[in-house]
């Protein structure tokens, strides 16, 4: 187990840090002042914002837009975890707290700053970008299934630590977030980590959780779901091999697959998503750096 990091108050004084109460006119404080505490925030499009919610006997429920959030904490101290979508728009947001020490619902707002990611241009084969009738057909229902995957919720209490083991080791990419650009057409950013490896190389679970989909799909070829709790979601996807079926609890370090590639790639390597309240952020967040 890696050394814990202190994090320092001055990666956390800026304007973007800064969070309003708004019901009550208090200046909150960020969530992880002084402490060990994982993910990392980084308050900006693919990031991660913690958010104090104070002291509260009971577990307060927290949600953006509609979508709840993962609260993490004891009774000295809650926090709100939210994930912020790389189509995030910077500036302010939002996120609903109920419960907690509070009588009535309460808004709290937390502010996005802009992040600027880099271009990649890739060449892939046409018909991969140019997608064929049956193909769209195909991909289509895909998108559909994999958003009621994408919506789990379970109630759960997350691990005690939410910080991740790599599931491969190899070298890892800075490639989250990038503008994709396939043949010359624009397309979604890049919503994950990618990790160098061979085909064969196993693929482990970096966190506690529980299988919530496998399957065979267009873009992502054979792929695996796992549920963490609190909507904390992660998938592994282009894999060989699926060595786990739907329903089974993995415990950190246990083997789901293996690395392949399968799908729309280049060549060999895992893709690692984590997605936390339906926004994919950087799983490097999660892990040492
Ligand atoms: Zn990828």
Redesign the pocket.
């Known amino acids: 187990m890696p050394a814990p990091i202190r994090r320092r108050r001055l990666l956390l004084g800026g304007a973007a840090s800064v969070l309003a109460m708004q019901a009550v006119g208090l200046h909150a404080r960020s969530a992880d002042d002084g402490a060990v505490a994982w993910p990392r925030s980084s308050q900006v499009p693919g990031g991660i914002a913690r958010l104090s919610l104070g002291p509260a006997a009971e577990r307060p429920r927290a949600s953006e837009a509609g979508v709840p959030l993962l609260v993490l904490g004891d009774a000295i101290e809650w926090t709100a975890l939210v994930g912020i979508p790389l189509s995030a728009v910077p500036g302010e947001r939002r996120i609903d707290v109920r419960g907690g020490n509070a009588a009535a619902p309460r808004q709290l707002a937390y502010s996005v700053s802009p992040k600027k990611y880099t271009e990649q241009r890739l060449k892939v084969p046409p018909r991969t970008v140019d997608l064929s009738p049956a193909d769209q057909a195909r991909y289509e229902r895909e998108r559909t299934h994999l958003a009621t995957v994408m919506a789990t919720f379970t109630e759960a209490a997350p691990p005690a630590s939410l910080q991740m083991q790599v599931p491969v080791p190899g070298r890892r990419s800075s490639?989250f977030g990038l503008r994709r650009i396939f043949n010359g057409q624009a397309r979604n950013p890049?919503s994950?980590m990618?990790i160098a490896a061979g085909t064969g190389t196993p693929v482990l679970a970096p966190l506690p959780g529980k299988v919530i989909d496998t399957g065979d799909y267009f873009f992502n070829g054979n792929t695996v779901w796992l549920d963490h709790g609190g909507g904390l979601l992660s998938m592994y996807c282009h894999l060989s091999a699926i060595d786990v079926r739907p329903g089974d609890a993995l415990r950190t370090g246990e083997r789901l697959g293996a690395v392949g590639a399968t799908g729309r790639v280049t060549g060999p390597h895992l893709?690692w998503s984590v997605m936390l309240n339906r926004a994919m952020v950087d799983p490097a967040l999660f892990i040492e750096a």
């Open positions: 490639s890049h994950g990618d893709h």
